[in-house]
């Protein structure tokens, strides 16, 4: 982190004015006010004491209270108020353990902003407190050293979880799921140091659906370096039963009876997914459709600093974006989301500097002291300019106080330039934007469609859905300006674009079609629809799942051409598939 960038950022943002209005604490001061709160339930008032460090205008000091004590301290605690709230830390002071519990977390700064930094903004922060506080006090001797396995256990299982129904069902014990991994730790029997890992990356780790056997059955019989995992679902042999939706020879669905017995493609990614987690390396099972149907692959931590999101892929297949489930929502994350855990700005201070200086930006915020908080959020792009929180933040206020077109410009080209690897970035701030502004700019759509085809020849993994969004959003504002041709060359560019990819081929294929016959052109769109599918799938693959996805694509195109009266070829390709299905 470069103190005197985020310095200049900040002096050039608001500007020097007279001397503060209060002094700050001292440290000691601090800690007697952190005390008071605690024992009395003070919160509002220790929130006050702790404003003193912002209350001048001096951004040269602001940067070195940002990464130092007692100023960081105190930003930690402000930002814990806010979160958790006063009545919530209050409740948790209602039993002596709590207070001795938030004692001893007040004082370590460090486990403070690891639990803050990865606390979702949706989590329910008093829920995470009273169950870390939970394993906290059930492992005295462990509180300290592995305070980012039990804060991971505590943000993964703030909602409760189940085993897999085919695994037996019932509640995981967030208790016995710690217990577990600390003992490997102990033993020295992970891949992964839980004490060198990040909670973002721990929270990958504990939250396997599975009974604590499975993973003791895991940690003894599946040894491979994290380096070589994409191998592991090999273990599994292919069972194409399970792969036609049939069931499959293996007597259960424990790991050692899919390694005896075999499985599906799921069933292999679900095995390499669930032993990498009981060696302790982070990993995710991933869904999506390659040009073969629906299939299941998987992330790990392939390195120390390194991710791979490719584990069980074949080469045969063309994958798109999958989706992983987030551990600690429960939701669906994006593969653009997950590629982001890869970024190596994560892995240096600046990025920790930059998430200090946009919980100092809300509380400015929260202050009515606008022009200073844009000023630490300046600081905070200065420290990490691919720091999700700052341009969320950015477009939050945007959007509070009405900014205009020019506004929003501006912070599009920003990030724009911030992200140019992740236009589903740029994607999702257009969205905001357009809802902010009741309008989308086509250029906006030719953008990011040049973004798309830079990443498709780089051989990345085209964005599918922010660009099937955008292109919706803009097929709207054509309509109402009576804009055929336009929407017709949109359509053209993005199957040209997209097409390689089945998701987005037969979404944009049946959206295309249905747009000209309403508009006259039905014959044409099917042979442009059905050429674009020639270029993309010459061949069918090598697996069952392959043919059935080209099928059903044949299928949807001789429709086109039968709706189109276009009889001759709907019947030619009709006997087509009635070979291929024959064959299959």
């Given at each position: 982190m470069n103190l005197r960038r985020c310095s200049l950022a900040l002096a050039l943002t608001v500007g020097l004015s007279p001397a503060a209005r209060a002094a700050p604490p001292s440290a000691r001061e601090l800690a007697a006010s952190a005390e008071r709160a605690v024992d009395s339930g003070e919160w509002t008032a220790h929130a006050a004491r702790l404003d003193a460090f912002w209350a001048g205008d001096r951004p040269e000091a602001w940067s070195r209270m940002v990464m130092r004590d007692p100023g960081r301290t105190a930003l930690a605690h402000a930002t814990l108020i806010a979160r958790a709230g006063g009545p919530g830390l209050t409740r948790l002071t209602e039993v002596d353990e709590g207070r001795e519990f938030l004692r001893w977390l007040l004082d370590r700064t460090d486990a403070l902003e690891d639990f803050l930094e990865a606390l979702p903004a949706e989590h329910d922060a008093g829920r995470a407190l009273d169950l870390w506080r939970t394993l906290w006090a059930r492992d005295p001797d462990g509180r300290d050293r592995f305070h980012r396995l039990s804060i991971a256990v505590a943000l993964v299982y703030t909602r409760p979880r189940s085993v897999l129904p085919e695994l037996g069902g019932g509640a995981i014990?967030?208790?016995?799921?710690?217990?577990?991994?600390?003992?490997?730790?102990?033993?020295?029997?992970?891949?992964?140091?839980?004490r060198q890992l990040t909670v973002p990356d721990l929270v990958w780790v504990v939250d396997a659906p599975v009974p604590e056997s499975e993973l003791d059955w895991a940690l003894r019989n599946v040894r491979t370096n994290p380096s070589a995992w994409h191998l592991v679902g090999g273990q599994v042999p292919f069972d194409e039963r399970g792969s036609r939706g049939q069931a499959t020879r293996a007597p259960d669905a424990t790991l050692a009876s899919l390694r005896r017995f075999g499985g599906s493609r799921a069933d292999q990614a679900r095995f390499a997914v669930t032993a990498a987690k009981a060696n302790g390396i982070p990993a995710?099972?991933?869904?999506?459709?390659?040009?073969?149907?629906?299939?299941?692959?998987?992330?790990?931590?392939?390195?120390?600093?390194?991710?791979?999101?490719?584990?069980g892929q074949y080469q045969d297949d063309r994958y798109p974006a999958g989706t992983a489930t987030d551990p600690q929502s429960g939701g669906d994350l994006r593969e653009s989301d997950l590629a982001r855990l890869d970024d190596p700005q994560r892995r240096g201070e600046g990025w920790r500097t930059a998430t200090r200086w946009t919980w100092l930006a809300r509380r400015l915020r929260d202050l009515d002291r606008p022009d200073h908080a844009m000023a630490a959020l300046s600081a905070a792009r200065a420290a990490a300019d691919r720091h999700p929180e700052v341009w969320d933040l950015r477009m939050a206020w945007l959007e509070a106080d009405g900014a205009d077109t020019e506004a929003w410009a501006d912070l599009?080209?920003?990030?724009?330039?911030?992200?140019?690897?992740?236009?589903?970035?740029?994607?999702?701030?257009?969205?905001?934007?357009?809802?902010a502004l009741g309008r989308a700019d086509g250029q906006e759509v030719r953008d990011d469609l040049v973004a798309i085809r830079r990443q498709a020849t780089r051989g990345d993994e085209p964005p599918v859905q922010p660009a099937l969004d955008q292109l919706a959003r803009e097929v709207e504002r054509r309509r109402a300006e009576g804009d055929t041709a336009g929407i017709r060359r949109l359509y053209q560019d993005h199957l040209r674009t997209l097409g390689g990819q089945v998701p987005a081929f037969r979404a944009l294929a049946t959206d295309y079609y249905a747009f000209a016959r309403r508009e006259g052109f039905a014959p044409e769109a099917a042979r442009e629809i059905?050429?674009?599918?020639?270029?993309?799938?010459?061949?069918?693959?090598?697996?069952?799942?392959?043919?059935?996805?080209?099928?059903?694509?044949?299928?949807?195109?001789?429709?086109?051409?039968?709706?189109?009266?276009?009889?001759?070829?709907?019947?030619?390709?009709?006997?087509?598939?009635?070979?291929?299905?024959?064959?299959?």
């Amino acid at each position: 982190m470069n103190l005197r960038r985020c310095s200049l950022a900040l002096a050039l943002t608001v500007g020097l004015s007279p001397a503060a209005r209060a002094a700050p604490p001292s440290a000691r001061e601090l800690a007697a006010s952190a005390e008071r709160a605690v024992d009395s339930g003070e919160w509002t008032a220790h929130a006050a004491r702790l404003d003193a460090f912002w209350a001048g205008d001096r951004p040269e000091a602001w940067s070195r209270m940002v990464m130092r004590d007692p100023g960081r301290t105190a930003l930690a605690h402000a930002t814990l108020i806010a979160r958790a709230g006063g009545p919530g830390l209050t409740r948790l002071t209602e039993v002596d353990e709590g207070r001795e519990f938030l004692r001893w977390l007040l004082d370590r700064t460090d486990a403070l902003e690891d639990f803050l930094e990865a606390l979702p903004a949706e989590h329910d922060a008093g829920r995470a407190l009273d169950l870390w506080r939970t394993l906290w006090a059930r492992d005295p001797d462990g509180r300290d050293r592995f305070h980012r396995l039990s804060i991971a256990v505590a943000l993964v299982y703030t909602r409760p979880r189940s085993v897999l129904p085919e695994l037996g069902g019932g509640a995981i014990d967030p208790a016995a799921r710690y217990r577990w991994y600390r003992e490997a730790a102990d033993a020295r029997a992970l891949r992964y140091d839980p004490r060198q890992l990040t909670v973002p990356d721990l929270v990958w780790v504990v939250d396997a659906p599975v009974p604590e056997s499975e993973l003791d059955w895991a940690l003894r019989n599946v040894r491979t370096n994290p380096s070589a995992w994409h191998l592991v679902g090999g273990q599994v042999p292919f069972d194409e039963r399970g792969s036609r939706g049939q069931a499959t020879r293996a007597p259960d669905a424990t790991l050692a009876s899919l390694r005896r017995f075999g499985g599906s493609r799921a069933d292999q990614a679900r095995f390499a997914v669930t032993a990498a987690k009981a060696n302790g390396i982070p990993a995710m099972l991933i869904r999506g459709t390659g040009a073969d149907g629906p299939r299941a692959w998987y992330g790990y931590r392939a390195t120390a600093a390194s991710w791979n999101f490719r584990g069980g892929q074949y080469q045969d297949d063309r994958y798109p974006a999958g989706t992983a489930t987030d551990p600690q929502s429960g939701g669906d994350l994006r593969e653009s989301d997950l590629a982001r855990l890869d970024d190596p700005q994560r892995r240096g201070e600046g990025w920790r500097t930059a998430t200090r200086w946009t919980w100092l930006a809300r509380r400015l915020r929260d202050l009515d002291r606008p022009d200073h908080a844009m000023a630490a959020l300046s600081a905070a792009r200065a420290a990490a300019d691919r720091h999700p929180e700052v341009w969320d933040l950015r477009m939050a206020w945007l959007e509070a106080d009405g900014a205009d077109t020019e506004a929003w410009a501006d912070l599009l080209g920003s990030l724009r330039a911030a992200f140019r690897r992740h236009p589903d970035m740029v994607a999702r701030a257009e969205t905001r934007r357009t809802a902010a502004l009741g309008r989308a700019d086509g250029q906006e759509v030719r953008d990011d469609l040049v973004a798309i085809r830079r990443q498709a020849t780089r051989g990345d993994e085209p964005p599918v859905q922010p660009a099937l969004d955008q292109l919706a959003r803009e097929v709207e504002r054509r309509r109402a300006e009576g804009d055929t041709a336009g929407i017709r060359r949109l359509y053209q560019d993005h199957l040209r674009t997209l097409g390689g990819q089945v998701p987005a081929f037969r979404a944009l294929a049946t959206d295309y079609y249905a747009f000209a016959r309403r508009e006259g052109f039905a014959p044409e769109a099917a042979r442009e629809i059905d050429r674009t599918f020639a270029r993309n799938y010459p061949r069918s693959g090598s697996e069952p799942q392959a043919v059935r996805a080209r099928l059903d694509l044949l299928r949807m195109i001789a429709g086109f051409y039968r709706d189109a009266g276009e009889t001759a070829r709907a019947e030619t390709m009709e006997r087509q598939i009635e070979r291929m299905e024959g064959r299959f």
